[in-house]
Nanobody
């Protein structure tokens, strides 16, 4: 069993910052990609940022220059530093972890952490 524990969400004023964390625990993790998604009611879940096992990163256009994704592979943890937040960033943020065992890919989701940005 793999469990993802997210933390760091909350209420912040526009222009402020938050840092999200997500730690994976379990046996035989073999984590490949780690990413953050977000979802607002009535809309599809969207990819915010991703970091690969090779250290590559990619961001949604809407967060480029404001958000930074990083990982501590030794701790099986991924972070999302969010700066210059706007009300449009208000959403539930979900951690996503991909495990690669041989040729089989396993996807795991966190339960989500709410980020609310007030104007």
């Amino acid at each position: 069993q793999v469990q993802l524990a997210e933390s760091g969400g909350g209420l912040v004023q526009a222009g402020g910052s938050l840092r999200l964390s997500c730690t994976a625990s379990g046996s035989a993790l073999r984590i490949n990609d780690m990413s953050w998604y977000r979802q607002v009611p009535g809309k599809q879940r969207e990819l915010v940022a991703i970091t690969t096992s090779a250290g590559d990163t990619n961001y949604a256009d809407s967060v480029k220059g404001r958000f930074t994704i990083s990982r501590d592979s030794a701790k099986n943890t991924v972070y999302l530093q969010m700066n210059s937040l706007t009300p449009d960033d208000t959403a539930v943020y979900y951690c996503n972890v991909q495990r690669l065992i041989g040729s089989v890919s396993y996807i795991h989701w966190g339960k989500g952490t709410l980020v609310t940005v007030s104007s």
